[in-house]
């Protein structure tokens, strides 16, 4: 079975706020807040910047290159083949971490870390063999619901009068934390990797990363101004949930929620960049079938569930997708483009500097 171009922009949008709203909100903030203290919110500045870059490198590439595969085609065409391989195999391994780390996030807010993640996966790899319009729409609804739960914790958080210890500056956990914050932004490859079943990829493409990024960068910083003010120093050793006791119950339905539309968009990401390795015959045959890509992928992931836990998943999975975007900003570098790649690829290889450390 071969990708229909049936995603609008809106689609293209919701795919990547599902994948960096779920992982960024319910999955980061308490080891990048343990890493540099109240600096989280310079950590957040410098994430952003970094995953700004590599959001106009991707996009101008992606419009130059609406295929599926992401980095992968780009580093091939605009690099070589062994910088395209190179792209190819971080994406798949370190994205493949990241459902690992996503579905273990939705078992640990269930109740049942390993079960729950196991069953997630499983369940979503369904839902993607159904077709990629059922998934857009799943994610679509997940996101709405997340963001109206996250506005009103912020509201009632925002609110609450009640005095903590604050949290203190740590300077040298900027980096660090910078790095674990990537994680979160990373989202917006989704879109680029769908280049085969988006209408008029070269004019939606850039628009939906552009548009993806700017609303999570929002969310996350007022998330992150709250979180603090609310928790102080205990950010660090708790949950999003812990924000506002009154809408704990809510928060921890949300977290699995988010964590879900961050995991089928992963799901759907890494599937798309195997098909387009295994046409290349860099991965096996059989994953030149959309299906068999899905269905293995799934599989892969069920296998990371069941030997690493999620701060490994999360920390392993920056490194290598830091590698992956340092590869697509040296690409979009060869189209006449200067600053804006050089900064994102810079600022790709000192945070994979930063959080090598931590594998």
């Known amino acids: 079975m071969q990708p229909a171009r049936s995603l609008t922009l809106t689609d293209a949008v919701f795919v990547g706020l599902g994948s960096m709203i779920g992982a960024g909100v319910f999955a980061v903030f308490a080891p990048a807040a343990a890493a540099a203290g109240s600096a989280l919110l310079v950590s957040l500045v410098v994430a952003g910047v970094v995953a700004c870059c590599n959001a106009l490198s991707s996009a101008w590439l992606a419009a130059r290159y609406p295929q599926s595969g992401g980095t992968y085609v780009y ?19 370190g994205k493949t971490a990241s459902c690992a780390a996503m579905a273990l996030t939705v078992g640990t807010y269930a109740g049942f870390p390993t079960t729950g993640a196991v069953a997630a996966i499983v369940a979503l790899t369904v839902l993607n063999l159904t077709g990629v319009r059922k998934s857009a729409l799943a994610t679509r609804v997940i996101v709405v619901v997340v963001l109206l739960v996250l506005g009103t914790t912020a509201i009632t958080a925002a609110t609450a009068r009640e005095a903590v210890q604050p949290a203190e500056f740590l300077p040298a956990g900027i980096l660090p934390a910078a790095a674990l914050l990537f994680f979160a932004f990373a989202g917006y490859a989704r879109i680029a990797t769908l280049g085969e079943e988006v209408r008029e990829p070269e004019r939606t493409i850039p628009r939906a990363v552009v548009i993806s990024l700017a609303i999570t960068l929002v969310v996350y910083a007022v998330v992150a101004v709250v979180a603090l ?31 879900l539309g961050s995991l089928l968009s992963l799901q759907l990401g890494v599937s798309r960049t195997a098909l387009a390795m295994a046409r290349d015959r860099r991965l096996p045959g059989p994953l030149a079938d959309l299906r068999v890509a899905e269905v293995c992928t799934g599989l892969a992931a069920v296998a990371l569930v069941l030997s690493v836990d999620v701060t490994r998943a999360i920390v392993f999975s920056s490194f290598c997708v830091l590698l992956y975007y340092a590869i697509a900003n040296a690409s979009a570098w060869t189209l006449g483009k200067r600053i804006v790649p050089a900064v994102g690829l810079i600022g790709c290889l000192v945070l994979a500097g930063a959080v090598l450390w931590q594998l």
């Open 229 to 259: 003010r609310a928790l102080g120093s205990d950010l660090a050793s708790s949950t999003l949930a812990d924000v506002s006791p009154a809408l704990a119950p809510v928060l921890r339905v949300a977290a699995c929620l988010a964590a």
């Open 75 to 93: 580093g091939r065409e605009r690099l070589g083949r062994v910088w395209g391989d190179l792209a190819g195999w971080a994406f798949v391994l």
